[in-house]
């Protein structure tokens, strides 16, 4: 019996009509869909896929919201060993994640793991979080030679990444939200700056001028700031 695939598909920031037409595709094709459990209760991922998903074919795969490496590289051991199995039946398996699977994404841990034991597994883009977001807001990320950078707001300090000439993304930003304004503000930087909270979900906020932002916004929380010229 030959090894099935794994296909880690990104299925995008949260409109359901985000969903490419390969990854719709994957979802009805597959054998065993592969859901990051969080233990929160909702899952964001499979939510957006749930009309392309027959639920009997769905595995919930713990992936917990912490930052202890020991216990992430467990999970992700956990996974993969399962994952693996399912390979070994010659299923195929596809293994949701938000946005897109390189960016940031718990899959790619998942992903390393199954390759490095000699199976076959593809990354299969999605929308990104913040393209959506400046799709949201009307603007462009950059335009002609500017750059663009991308920045996860909650893991550091992002000082540092604001002594480079560029537009920024601030990802995750959650409950450093306020640290962050305080930071652009004292760079001159914040009346460049806007946010969208849970694009394209339910509870979407959406804030033209992040100064005017008085409260501690959630997880899905994306700032884009235009560098002033």
């Known amino acids: 019996m030959s090894k099935g695939i794994l296909y880690g598909l990104g299925v995008g920031p949260g409109d359901p009509e985000l969903l490419t037409l390969k990854g719709a595709r994957l979802l009805r094709e597959a054998d065993v869909v592969a859901v990051p459990d969080k233990g929160s209760g909702e899952k964001t991922a499979l939510n957006i896929v749930k009309d392309h998903v027959d639920e009997s074919k769905v595995i919930y795969c713990p992936t917990p919201m912490v930052r202890d490496m020991a216990v992430l590289d467990g999970a992700y051991d956990q996974i993969a060993d399962t994952v693996c199995a399912l390979l070994d039946e010659g299923k195929t398996v596809v293994f949701i994640t938000l946005g897109d699977p390189a960016i940031y994404s718990t899959y790619v ?6 390759v490095a034991r000699g199976y076959e597994a593809e990354l299969v883009p999605g929308v990104p979080s913040f393209c959506a977001v400046a799709a949201r807001l009307g603007m462009p990320l950059c335009e002609r030679s500017e750059r663009l950078m991308i920045v996860p707001a909650s893991h550091k300090d992002v000082d540092d990444c604001l002594a480079v ?7 995750k930003a959650g409950k450093d939200i306020t640290a962050l304004q305080e930071t652009l503000a004292n760079r001159n930087l914040l009346s460049g700056a806007s946010m969208v909270e849970n694009c394209g979900m339910d509870g979407e906020r959406v804030y033209h001028k992040f100064g005017e932002l008085d409260a501690v916004s959630g997880y899905f929380s994306v700032v884009v700031v235009k560098h002033p010229q």
Do not use: I, K, P, S
């Not at 841990?109 to 199954?114: D, F």
């Open 165 to 171: 000439d560029a537009n920024y993304v601030f990802m």
């Open 109 to 114: 841990y998942v992903h390393q793991r199954v």
